[in-house]
């Protein structure tokens, strides 16, 4: 592949990501299981020409990263849980302003202060409705360090493809375990860069008016350009407006953007799927134990297969049905009380067939935790 080869921590490979991403300003504050990232952040985005910032906290943090993005730089932060629950307000923000950024959520035992060194699953459903009011988002995650490299490298070019905050939502397993990662030469994985307006200098600038292929250019604020940002509903000039018509065709292009794309957005791993009479459905950490089972009881002769999702939220829903159907019944595996299991009920055309195996104790789901889900499913003879 013509990279170099490492020996890395999933948040070690998230930062490798970033950087080949073209990451420009960090800013972010300390919170386990996430500080690895800002720590090595602190060394190594100075030394490519960016800027990294430790804030005073997390709001104060994904504020700066949106000024950031509105100069025409890629930004990222980093946090768990108790800050990502202060970070919704600015993330409301950025999906109302349309405001390219991501930010990364190492996930811990909630609520509150939770399990700090813990493994957790437990933001899934704050990821998708942290922020109030109807809206849409894009959360990613991954079960080993190529993908985390691999996925967040998506973030980047899906966050300045569609103009939004993209989420990867990983774990504190994924984050502290080590493990090889190939970092690819520049150039082989395509970067997609900001979309600038063509716009010049003393014409009349709509910030907010889409291209017919949907995609809105920017220009850099503080730039050529003079416009209006705002977490108000606004036109397309930027200014405040609670037109029926405006409002309606705004939060329609903001949901429309992102749920219409989700072929697009979709990015998943399957094993053993299509003639699976069992299908586990899993991601992250959890899907790593999920894989174990299948690939252990697949040499015993049974017909067990993994659909590993990397693309959280918008929810594939007719992926997950399509490679459901001939499964006799699914089994969702994660680490939390079942955030994503209602998901994959409303998705199958048998949600009675769709069973939970799960840990809420901090403890890494295990192989054997997913097998006495299977003997008891088969034990009677669902």
Known sequence: MGGRLTFVQGNEACVEAALYA???FFAGYPITPSTEIAELMSVRLPLKGGRFMQMEDEIASICAII???????????????????????????????????????????????????????????????????????????????????????????????????????????????????????????????????????????????????????????????????TGLFHDMWGFPSDNPRVVHELLRHLVDKIEGHVVELTRYKEYFVDDAEILLISYGASARSALHVVVDRRKRGERIGLLELQTIWPFPAALVREKSKNARYVVVVEMNMGQLLQSVKEAVERPERVFLSNRVDGVLITPEDIRNILRLIQGKGV
Request: with cysteine; glycine share 12%.
């Open 67 to 229: 000024g950031a993005s509105l100069t025409g730089k890629k930004v990222l932060t980093a946090t768990s849980g108790p800050g990502f629950s202060l970070m919704q307000e600015g993330l409301g923000f950025a999906i109302m302003a349309e405001i390219p950024c991501v930010i990364v959520d190492v996930q811990r035992g909630g609520p509150s202060t939770g399990l700090p060194t813990k493994v957790s699953q437990g933001d899934v459903n704050q990821a998708r409705w942290g922020v109030h009011g109807d809206h849409s988002i894009i959360a990613l995650t991954a079960s080993n360090h190529q993908d985390v490299f691999a996925i967040t490298v998506e973030a980047f070019n899906f966050s300045e493809t569609y103009r939004t905050p993209v989420i990867l939502l990983f774990d504190e397993v994924i984050g502290h375990m080590r493990e090889r990662l190939e970092i690819p030469a520049p150039g082989e994985i395509p970067l997609v860069e900001r979309l600038k307006t063509s716009v010049r200098e003393g014409v009349d600038y709509h910030p907010y008016l889409p291209r017919e292929d949907g995609r809105l250019p920017m220009s850099d604020f503080g730039g050529v350009h003079r416009y209006n940002v």
């Open 22 to 24: 073209g990451l420009d």
